[in-house]
């Protein structure tokens, strides 16, 4: 009878440490995958991390030159993810070119070009959902394809419709303090 208790005994440790050690596991890999998760509302819209080939140059007046959003590199049937959680408002072509529209809250809109459209206008997306493959042909793109990612905030009672940098949604700019001389 002794003997019995003690062979329960070491089976009792043995069950409770591999409890604990799965728990362990457990723990490990949900605090791998919330760090590796975006913060912020949102994300970029090519996996991995692009390269910016052209960045945003916003024009004195909306009728003048610029660049009305940033080139990001990728590949030709690459897949473009939606950069915030929104509604599609377009998906379609523009001058020949495929593009999609979503509207975020707050009145801020961005926009994907050249993008094959896998969403339909209506459909609320998710940050991070997929909602097309990337097309060839960007204009001025050094890479084999470009993304054109544009941002702007639409007209409101007190101010009007005005084109962003789409890369200052990703996250907050750090303050930098340097040494006075």
């Given at each position: 009878?002794?003997?019995?208790?003690?062979?329960?005994?070491?089976?009792?440790?043995?069950?409770?440490?591999?409890?604990?050690?799965?728990?362990?596991?457990?723990?490990?890999?949900?605090?791998?995958?919330?760090?590796?998760?975006?913060?912020?509302?949102?994300?970029?819209?090519l996996?991995?991390?692009?390269?910016?080939?052209?960045?945003?140059?916003?024009p004195?007046?909306?009728?003048?030159?610029?660049?009305?959003?940033?080139?990001?590199?990728?590949?030709?049937?690459?897949?473009?993810?939606?950069?915030?959680a929104?509604?599609?408002?377009?998906?379609?072509?523009?001058?020949?070119?495929?593009?999609?529209?979503?509207?975020?809250?707050?009145?801020?809109?961005?926009?994907?070009?050249?993008?094959?459209?896998?969403?339909?206008?209506?459909?609320?997306?998710?940050?991070?959902?997929?909602?097309g493959?990337?097309?060839?042909?960007h204009?001025?793109?050094?890479?084999?394809?470009?993304?054109?990612?544009?941002?702007?905030?639409?007209?409101?009672?007190?101010?009007?419709?005005?084109?962003?940098?789409?890369?200052?949604?990703?996250?907050?700019?750090?303050?930098?303090?340097?040494?006075?001389?």
């Amino acid at each position: 009878m002794h003997r019995l208790g003690w062979v329960g005994g070491v089976y009792r440790r043995r069950l409770i440490s591999i409890i604990l050690g799965v728990i362990a596991l457990l723990g490990l890999v949900a605090e791998q995958s919330v760090s590796a998760a975006p913060h912020g509302e949102f994300s970029w819209p090519l996996q991995p991390r692009p390269a910016v080939e052209r960045q945003f140059d916003k024009p004195a007046q909306d009728w003048l030159p610029g660049h009305r959003g940033v080139d990001l590199a990728g590949a030709p049937g690459q897949a473009v993810f939606a950069a915030g959680a929104g509604i599609v408002v377009f998906a379609g072509t523009v001058a020949g070119k495929p593009v999609v529209s979503i509207d975020h809250s707050g009145g801020l809109r961005t926009t994907y070009e050249p993008v094959q459209a896998e969403v339909s206008v209506g459909l609320r997306v998710a940050r991070g959902m997929r909602i097309g493959t990337l097309g060839a042909g960007h204009e001025g793109c050094v890479a084999a394809a470009c993304l054109h990612w544009g941002a702007r905030r639409e007209a409101s009672g007190h101010s009007r419709r005005e084109y962003i940098d789409p890369l200052g949604l990703l996250h907050p700019t750090p303050l930098r303090l340097k040494p006075v001389p």
